[in-house]
């Protein structure tokens, strides 16, 4: 008998499966691009990360680098009209911004700016859905249960050693891009940039490893 699609989020069978943007397509201006990855998933568990995905849009493409990236600027004011649909949501917004001071790289206070506060548990979540994601596509296989997820946001090492290792890498444009490096074990570290600004580590690793 064939087995039914496996969700690649909760790991279960699913008799009748939604088609999942591992990478959200949310991230991407409109018209995304045709060739994004997709896979098998409970519509429940995809309903589940949708309001993070949109919360997680919003963050990155504020912070990262618009005066260079178009495609960020595209996405940014979006999420702008999206907010000026949701009132409760722009204050929430507008709430989270703190002024920071900005110094130059020998210290020199040249003044303040704005800097957004935003949920470590909820960027997480869609940084842990987008390496699970990519390690079945690459893999063909759901990420072990016994695997223990390590964030690292806006790293100050980015390890480059091990970039050149990597087994598994893409591009879409200048809006996402990754590199996986993988041991005999199924231990990876995935390495995630959002608009070619916003670097981020994800690390599956066995617990045997962590003690």
Sequence with gaps: MRRSPVCYICGEETQNPTKDHVIPRCLFPTPPPPNLITLPCHSKCQEKYAKDEEYFRT??????????NANAREVWKKALRGLKQRPHQRTDLINRLDDVDIQTPGGLYIGKAKEVKFSAK????????????LFTFHTGKILPRHMISKFYFKPKDYQPQLLKLAKYSGRFSNIFSYSCVMDEGGSSIWWLVFYQS???????VEKELLK
Excluded: D, M, P, Q
């Design 122 to 133: 909820r960027t997480n979540r869609i940084l842990y859905k987008i390496a699970r994601g």
């Design 198 to 204: 916003v670097h981020t580590i994800v690390a599956f």
């Design 59 to 68: 963050h990155i493409s504020v912070i990262s680098n618009l005066g260079e």
